[in-house]
């Protein structure tokens, strides 16, 4: 593993060669934040060794280098998750991949499902805490002591001034976020009634099928984390409606606007 990453590491400063500060995974139908960089660089993830690729309508699939509030930062345009048949190591190679280039901080975006009874559809949520324990982990395996330790503690899993400052970003901004518990699952089906209900149940506000194999990930290197997700539809209602993917991603371009705003100011705050 470290190998590999030291090959798409020394592939990537070939061709680019800045330190990024803050990298960003978008989420599905959040690819549309790249048009705010001043873009240096775009690599797509086939040419870089060992990168995974991406599947799915709505995730592009490269690495934007550029400038955006003042600092060097790197978009992950498409991310990986179990349900394309990734193992956890390919889902969080480039984790590795971004914090070995340096970031010092991730900020991590998502679609997900409401469970929260007051949350609708175009909401934004800042990620407090998650519950993993649906999927698998992605730590599950031989442990690389020079990347963290076996037992990483998850305490604070989302950095409790990030999420501070981006409170205040939102009050200054008027608009408003969310907080609450984002519950992981493999997908790729989306929630029974019966599971949305679940969810709920053990203390969940939102449901979805990324981010945390990669937040876990950061948080054993030691990389503090910010992670937004963006209500895209609401699993516990009454009426007989079905969710859709392209509901999910429609729903995101149209928060997105709001959750530009805030990203790019938090990164500028960084
Ligand atoms: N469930 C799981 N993942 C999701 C959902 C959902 O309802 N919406 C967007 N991603």
């Avoid at 029974?192 to 876990?216: F, N, Q």
Wanted: charged content about 20%; hydrophobic content about 40%.
């Amino acid at each position: 593993m470290i190998a590999k990453v030291t090959e798409a590491i020394n592939y990537i400063r070939g061709v680019y060669n800045e330190k990024p500060v803050v990298g960003i995974v978008l989420g599905s139908g959040l690819g549309s934040f790249t048009q705010e960089i001043t873009i240096d660089k775009e690599i797509p993830y086939g040419d870089i060794p060992h990168f995974p690729v991406s599947t799915v309508e709505g995730h592009s699939g490269k690495l934007i280098f550029g400038e955006l509030g003042g600092k060097k930062i790197v978009a992950m345009a498409g991310r990986f998750h179990y349900y394309e048949g990734y193992s956890a190591e390919q889902i969080t190679f480039p984790i590795r991949v971004l914090k070995t280039l340096g970031i010092e901080t991730l900020l991590v975006s998502n679609a997900a499902g409401g469970v929260n009874p007051e949350f609708q559809v175009g909401d934004l949520m800042i990620i407090t805490d998650h519950i993993s324990q649906l999927a698998p982990n992605p730590l599950i395996g031989k442990n690389h002591m020079e990347w963290g330790p076996r037992f990483p503690d998850m305490s604070e899993p989302y950095k409790k001034y990030l999420i501070e400052k981006m409170k205040v970003i939102a009050s200054e901004k008027n608009i408003k976020v969310r907080e609450g518990v984002y519950v992981v699952v493999t997908g790729p089906t989306f929630e029974t009634r019966a599971e949305y209900k679940m969810i709920l149940a053990l203390g969940g506000d939102v449901v979805g099928m990324s981010t945390v194999p990669e937040v876990i990930t950061a948080v054993h290197m030691g990389l503090p984390v910010f992670a937004m997700s963006v209500v895209t539809d609401v699993g516990i209602r009454e009426e007989e409606n079905v969710i859709t993917h392209e509901e999910v991603l429609q729903a995101a371009k149209e928060a997105e606007p709001k959750f530009k705003e805030l990203i790019c100011e938090l990164i500028s705050q960084i």
